[in-house]
């Protein structure tokens, strides 16, 4: 399971190494390290995001040896392994009701829509919508590319992918 910690740590010389050592201790893989040290808070304190894959009893251990040393965690999150894409579709998109190819992508639980773009011509021309989803995984995002290529041929759509936005 992938975590993502955000620390807070007092601006003098070896707090870094002091925070890291809960996690090496533990026995975590530590997947990065961002020290934002030129974005203190206000307090004074630096700002560090630390992404760990650990279990579920292991990140519990590393958030009470983190608190015994004195290092202040502001934010633990789980973060599900998901990759962004891109999806333009061509056609009468707004006549064949958006709305609704947004709700299918969004119900399926895989994936959702973020962002979306429309392009419209003209009353009587095709219209261009590129949406922005977000999916959980290779296999969502496959599953979801499908969805809407099926979702498309029902609607007379024709549809361009573009993957890794």
């Given amino acids: 399971m992938i975590n993502t910690l955000n620390l807070e740590l007092k601006d003098i010389p070896g707090q870094l190494e002091k925070a890291l050592g809960g996690f090496s201790k533990h026995d975590a893989n530590i997947l990065s390290v ?27 251990k590393i958030i009470e040896d983190l608190r015994s040393r004195d ?26 009701d958006i709305r609704d190819t947004i709700n299918k992508i969004d119900d399926t639980g895989l994936a959702e829509v973020k962002d979306l773009s429309l392009k419209m011509p003209g009353i009587n021309k095709e219209s261009t ?37």
């Fill in 34 to 60: 961002v020290h934002h040290r030129e974005d203190k808070t206000p307090r004074g304190t630096v700002p560090v995001e630390v992404k760990v894959d650990v279990g579920e009893v292991v990140i519990e």
């Fill in 129 to 165: 919508a590129r949406l922005f989803i977000k999916a959980d995984g290779e296999s969502g995002v496959k599953k979801t590319i499908n969805l809407i290529k099926d979702i498309a041929k029902e609607k007379e759509l024709k549809v361009i992918t573009e993957m890794d936005v």
């Fill in 71 to 96: 290092v202040e965690i502001v934010k633990v999150g789980e973060e599900n392994l998901s990759r962004s894409f891109m999806v333009i579709l061509i056609g009468h998109v707004v006549h064949s």
